[in-house]
């Protein structure tokens, strides 16, 4: 039995039906000051681009949004899609996050473009997108920026990230974040922390495996001595099961509409209760639904422990998506309770 559960936000900046994106990025901020509050260890911010459900397009602007009206809690990327961009600007823009805000920054980095290829084709132009060979080499160039320690052989090793002279503790904890053996390698061979994407809901089946395969292979390094995993869960927590599956089916027709290309924003459960799915579609969301921690806050609670037994770490993060906002709230608080994370 895995220990005391330590639990993280992972928040997509998701949209409501018929609402703004600067309602939702003020839904972001209002969560992380209450789920601070709550015993929630770190709060990390995901990137999309070109997606109707999302608006979380800059995490590097909301990490300053939210470390300043935050006092204690970590919050990070989850994450920068480090393929986009340039490892030294990406390296400047977190060394002055850590500059503001020392030891409260993680930047946790990704290889997936978070959008189409049409919208990763526009965020490079007028130059062509980054080969996705060239990541491992970005990666590490961005360690070497962040830390100021690039090998002297390397074209850029005279040129210093600002700002200079980070405080103690200013340098970001850096996570590799994935759902394929590929990240994990990586992560491993680099001697880095993992984030496992679980709420992805894709090949989760292979989720164990994947990280079992990074303990395995994990090699002590300068930025870490042991395997250090994280694993982010989709859960919706109400006060009795018929609410919680209410509230989830707004998540779960979300969901639907977005892989068939037909998101528009989080529908409200009425909408969501209402819609009359297609046999292959009702299929596909029986399956999805397993794969989510719904329900009372002890089923919930069982949920959490069961995964975390499952990938042999307490640490997880939770995803929340729902239609109303104190609902998405109340949710984080009854898991808060539940769980026994608050100090």
């Known amino acids: 039995m895995v220990q005391k559960l330590m639990l993280s936000v992972v928040d997509q900046s998701p949209m409501r039906q018929g609402e703004t994106a600067a309602d939702a990025l003020r839904d972001t901020i209002e969560l992380a ?65 850590a500059a503001l805000y020392p030891g409260r920054i993680d930047l946790g980095v990704g290889r997936a473009p978070g959008s189409d290829q049409m919208t990763m084709a526009a965020l490079s132009y007028p130059n062509r997108p980054h080969d996705i060979t060239h990541y491992p080499r970005q990666v590490s160039d961005l360690l070497g920026h962040l830390r100021g320690d690039l090998e002297v052989e390397h074209p850029f090793s005279g040129i210093q990230a ?120 009702w299929a596909f969301m029986q399956q999805y639904q397993r794969l989510c921690a719904d329900g009372t806050p002890q089923q919930v609670k069982e949920k959490l422990e069961e995964i975390a037994e499952l990938y042999q770490t307490p640490d997880l993060s939770v995803v929340t998506i729902c239609h109303g906002f104190e609902d998405r709230v109340r949710s984080y608080e009854l898991v808060a309770e539940a769980c026994g994370i608050r100090d």
Request: charged share 20%; net charge negative; hydrophobic share 40%.
């Open 33 to 97: 000051v209450a789920t601070e509050s709550m015993g929630y260890q770190r709060y990390w911010l995901a990137e999309h681009h070109s997606l109707p459900n999302f608006a979380g397009t800059s995490p590097e602007v909301l990490i300053g949004l939210v470390a300043a009206r935050t006092k204690t809690i970590n919050v990070g990327s989850g994450g920068i899609m480090l393929s986009h961009y340039s490892s030294f600007k990406v390296a400047e823009n977190f060394r002055m996050l």
């Open 162 to 281: 600002g700002p200079d002279d980070p405080q103690p503790g200013g340098v970001p904890e850096v996570w590799l974040l994935g759902s394929r053996y590929e990240s994990c390698m990586m992560a491993a061979q680099m001697g880095l922390p993992f984030a496992y994407a679980h709420f992805f809901g894709l090949g989760v089946e292979e989720g164990p495996a994947i990280v079992e395969n990074y303990i395995k292979n994990f090699k002590p390094s300068a930025y870490l001595s042991e395997p250090k995993i994280n694993v982010g869960v989709q859960v919706l927590c109400a006060d009795t099961e018929e609410e919680a599956s209410r509230l989830a089916s707004s998540r779960n027709l979300a969901r639907l509409f977005s892989i068939t290309g037909r998101a528009e924003g989080v529908p409200s459960p009425e909408v969501a209760q209402a819609y009359k799915y297609q046999p292959n579609e």
